[in-house]
């Protein structure tokens, strides 16, 4: 990561100089993020969905959002995609394992009528967000867990394979060696997808899937599941989620807490801004503070969307009919030192 870090530095540098590079550690604000940070779309659909492995997750949600598919069918077979590609080593099939070498997801799913359906240390399964979009449609509750989400899943069809793929078992065994724990969620291990739609009715769907954070203690479960901290939408008003280290997410209810200040007005960026701020206030002093990174991307009714994080690094998909399928940099409130 080192290097990684040492390139954004120099790349700072050659766009802005020294001196200014020296005033933006200072303060820790992203220079001239104000400028731009709200992208008013007005084009639906609209997909916008976290780190690189989104582009191909958003391709083939918008392929099938234009075939005339419903929304959350759409959305399932866009994070299908990452879940099923074994070189993304934080989702689904391929994902790091936790310390006991066991692949555990979790993935949750909701739609503009706010009925979600949630998994959580799922095993065995490759497409927890497929079993998800099942509980929400299938069952009364909201999340299903563990053994019980796995025999559900089984009970509705899905198949038990093994997703421990030998490159991650090789990871994890020479993890083994030194055996520390220390989550480093940015550019080198980018984690949870999570995805927001506006559909061509004006409608707001989301979905997240993860394998988690590497190493966690087996029976760990992160923000992605959990509606109101990994994903929240209200159709009235827009959607967020969130990645990163989900703990200080769920400590905050983040993704709820964005979609309530853009209730009360605020952009989908500033309302990202101040939950990240908030965030960053209440773990200053904690110590997770050394490795923390936290990301969210919103939406809101009238196709602006907007991402922001706590520190560099975080960037994520943006498909409409304007401008197609690209990648766009958060701001952000500070770099890696």
């Not at 979009?133 to 509705?156: I, N, P, R, Y």
Request: a negative charge.
């Amino acid at each position: 990561m080192s290097n990684r870090r040492k390139f954004i530095k120099a790349s700072l540098l050659g766009t802005v100089g020294a001196t200014a590079l020296s005033s933006f550690k200072n303060t820790g604000e992203l220079l001239g993020s104000a400028t731009t940070p709200t992208s008013n779309n007005q084009l639906k659909p609209l997909i916008i969905s976290t780190w690189n492995h989104g582009l191909p997750a958003n391709e083939e949600t918008w392929k099938n959002l234009k075939n005339g598919t419903s929304t959350i069918d759409a959305i399932e077979a866009g994070m299908r995609i990452p879940e099923a590609d074994p070189k993304i080593r934080s989702v689904g099939y391929g994902g790091f394992p936790d310390r006991e070498g066991k692949v555990t997801l979790d993935a949750c799913i909701m739609d503009h009528h706010s009925d979600c359906g949630a998994v959580s240390f799922l095993q065995g399964i490759k497409h927890p967000i497929s079993v998800a979009k099942k509980v929400m449609q299938k069952t009364s509750h909201v999340m299903l867990s563990g053994e019980g989400a796995l025999q559900f899943a089984l009970s509705e069809g899905f198949e038990e394979e093994n997703l421990l793929t030998d490159e991650a078992k090789k990871d994890w065994e020479k993890w083994l060696e030194a055996s520390k724990y220390k989550p480093v969620i940015n550019m080198e291990n980018h984690d949870t997808i999570s995805m927001l739609v506006l559909d061509e009715d004006g409608n707001i769907s989301g979905g997240c899937t993860t394998s988690g954070a590497a190493w966690k203690m087996h029976g760990r479960i992160g923000d992605s599941p959990i509606i109101g901290a990994g994903l929240f939408l209200d159709n009235e008003i827009g959607a967020a989620a969130a990645t990163g280290l989900g703990e200080a997410v769920i400590r905050t209810a983040g993704s709820a807490m964005v979609v309530e200040l853009m209730r009360q007005g605020k952009s989908p960026y500033e309302a990202c801004k101040e939950i990240v701020e908030r965030i960053y206030t209440k773990h200053k002093n904690h110590k997770d503070m050394e490795y923390l990174q936290v990301g969210f991307i919103a939406i809101n009714k009238k196709g602006e969307h907007a991402g922001y994080s706590l520190r560099s690094g975080f960037n994520y998909a943006v498909y409409d009919d304007k401008k197609g399928n690209r990648m766009e940099d958060a701001p952000f409130k500070m770099a890696w030192e």
